[in-house]
């Protein structure tokens, strides 16, 4: 895992941009500590960071395929290909030569055997660049279901790109501006695939290569989820989802590094784990190691609601001592989620101020003390957009409204331990001009008309087609965002399993009764791997991440927010409301207003430290 950026320009000689280049690479270091590296030519100019996880002495980059002194192709690339081995043996079969151990120089020699149709031969989780010197063309190629990220930013002679969009904004050419649309996007809980938020700047989508050359850039979808006839019966279906996940499993614990699982004690992080330690045992390479984070006196004080039914603690020990493995609780108290560092290092991680509040902190100061010991995490990440385990894929008004499920939910406040709304301290002019129900009902229905459907796709099984697809496409893209940041600040390489596009395609075309046949969520992913589980864990009712219940964060923010609206100079205070801040930040006041207040400290952090101008 890596990180990467770049620049085309047709018009300039980029060999004299070195340091131009530099500093949109430096950008990147904490995505790759362990080395830089810089390829230079007239009109195409890469950028590296890597993180070494396969080849340690041979992987370095942008890595080139040369012949008779002439360089045929140049990738700066960032993520792992799990098929590389069988995809290098074919390639040697066809007549190519390699020099290293890496992943990375296979998917070079596969654009040169291949052309762009290489991504469909590929998989893993990836966003990379090719240059071909031959045809003066660049590629950018990400993997099917986004887990990479990678932005782009046209300019009128070629192309800027990077992992992250600060890489962009690092280019003397680039400002940060927001105009009403990336806000009613950034603040909205929504994640339109392509949608960057910074204008002018664009996601490559997953699935997606963009080429550009000198008549400008176009982009085709190599892969999208489709509808296929399932013709399995229900044990033949049972069995399939587990020869899947065994073989995934196998080729993610692929790594020349320490490696480890993140395990909550959920069904998702506790199958990852178990069948990862049975995968190691196998191998001789056991046992496991595995994380879990917790809160001080989180699980003695816990309170239950209507998200969060019980703690992880005890769910994550019983797992951790059925499989053997060597667990470690990471436990994180008031102080750190409120840490003025922490938070800030989680904003830059993010570039901008859309997370999940303690959240999204807990989850960088969990990866960077899972990074002391390990370079590689396994996660159980997605698998509810792809067996159905979210409560509201069950909730029939949920399901039946007339909009993206989550929001009918008010999954926005209700993540960080609320009900407040994200936007109930901005200013009501500002809310009107945005109008973000129209905006969300607008992205609703684009997703909506992309859903493949069959004939026999009618009533209920046509709807959980959507909600399926909604997920795969769009809630998806929030979550593996913000695990992929959160984890990259700080150098770990997480992978996610139940993203392998051949389990994605399988699952999304099982009909939904038999995604449900046992009455609960999750039926098939629970009957596939119940085996390998404690009864505890395998019967454990869906708990989202946790979020801390200590009051003191609640009031912790208050009292930040009410220094903030004191503070004539804060530059987000145009846009809050000045009635309903009041209100909040009155002595006495106990309003739930954690969302609200996490997205305003956030944002006024995010436009004082970036410089952002708001084009609205």
């Not at 989850?363 to 396994?378: D, G, I, M, N, P």
Request: aromatic share 8%; net charge negative.
């Amino acid at each position: 895992m890596c990180g990467i950026t770049g620049w085309i320009s047709y018009d300039n000689d980029l060999t004299t941009q070195r340091p131009v280049l530099a500093t949109m690479t430096g950008t990147m270091a904490c995505r790759g500590p362990d080395a830089a590296g810089v390829w230079l030519d007239r009109h195409a100019a890469f950028g590296h960071r890597r993180l070494a996880v396969i080849d340690i002495d041979g992987g370095t980059q942008p890595m080139t395929v040369d012949h008779d002194g002439r360089t045929l192709v140049v990738t700066t690339y960032s993520g792992e290909v799990y098929n590389y081995r069988e995809l290098r043996a074919e390639l040697t079969g066809l007549g190519h030569t390699f020099r290293t151990h890496s992943d990375t120089e296979v998917v070079l020699h596969a654009y040169l055997q291949w052309g762009e149709a290489c991504a469909e031969r590929l998989n893993g989780m990836y966003a990379f660049a090719l240059w071909d010197p031959r045809t003066e063309e660049l590629l950018l190629i990400r993997d099917r279901m986004g887990i990479k990220p990678l932005y782009y930013y046209p300019t009128p002679d070629g192309v800027l790109f990077g992992s992250e969009p600060k890489a962009i904004l690092a280019h003397p050419a680039v400002r940060p501006v927001v105009d009403s649309e990336g806000l009613a996007e950034l603040i909205s809980f929504t994640k339109t695939p392509g949608h960057a938020v910074y204008k002018g700047m664009h996601e490559v989508r997953p699935g997606h290569i963009v080429r550009v050359g000198r008549a400008g850039s176009t982009v085709t979808r190599y892969w999208a989820l489709a509808a296929r006839d399932h013709t399995d019966g229900l044990d033949t279906t049972v069995a399939h989802v587990r020869e899947l996940l065994d073989d995934i499993v196998a080729r993610q614990l692929i790594a020349d590094v320490p490696l480890c699982t993140l395990l909550s004690g959920g069904l998702d992080s506790s199958v990852i784990t178990a069948l990862s330690a049975e995968a190691l045992a196998e191998a001789g390479s056991g046992p496991v190691r595995s994380f879990a984070v917790d809160f001080t006196g989180y699980t003695e004080n816990f309170t239950p609601d209507d998200l969060r039914g019980t703690p992880d603690g005890p769910y994550a020990h019983a797992l951790a001592e059925h499989v053997g493995s060597d667990h470690r609780d990471i436990v994180l108290d008031t102080a750190d989620l409120m840490d003025p560092g922490h938070r800030a290092a989680v904003l830059a991680a993010r570039d901008l101020p859309n997370g999940f509040g303690d959240g999204d902190t807990s989850l960088y100061l969990l990866f960077k003390a899972v990074r002391e010991q390990s370079t590689v995490a396994l996660s159980g990440e997605s698998a509810d957009e792809v067996f159905g385990g979210y409560r509201w894929f069950h909730d029939p008004a949920c399901v039946h409204a007339d909009t993206f499920p989550w929001t009918a939910a008010g999954l926005s406040g209700r993540f960080a331990g609320g009900n407040a709304t994200r936007e109930a301290l901005l200013d009501k002019g500002l809310l009107g001009k945005l109008d973000l129900p129209g905006y969300e009902r607008r992205r609703y229905r684009e997703a909506l008309a992309e859903v493949p459907y069959l004939d026999r796709d009618t009533g209920h099984q046509r709807r959980m087609r959507e909600i399926s697809y909604l997920h795969l496409t769009r809630f998806v893209q929030i979550l593996l965002d913000r695990k992929d940041r959160a984890s990259m600040a700080v150098g770990l390489e997480v992978r996610v399993p139940f993203c392998d596009h051949r389990l994605v395609d399988y699952v999304f075309n099982t009909p939904w009764a038999m995604k449900t046949f046992d009455g609960r969520e999750k039926s098939l992913l629970r009957a596939a791997t119940r085996d390998v589980l404690p009864a505890l864990v395998a019967d454990r009712v869906k708990s989202p991440y946790p979020s801390t219940q200590d009051p003191r964060y609640n009031e912790a923010l208050r009292t930040e927010l009410k220094a903030l609206y004191a503070d004539r100079d804060a530059p987000v205070r145009p846009l809050l409301d000045p009635e309903a801040t009041a209100q909040v930040t009155a002595d006495g006041a106990r309003d739930d207003i954690r969302p609200s207040a996490e997205l305003v400290l956030g944002m006024n952090a995010w436009l004082r430290t970036t410089g952002t101008t708001l084009a609205l």
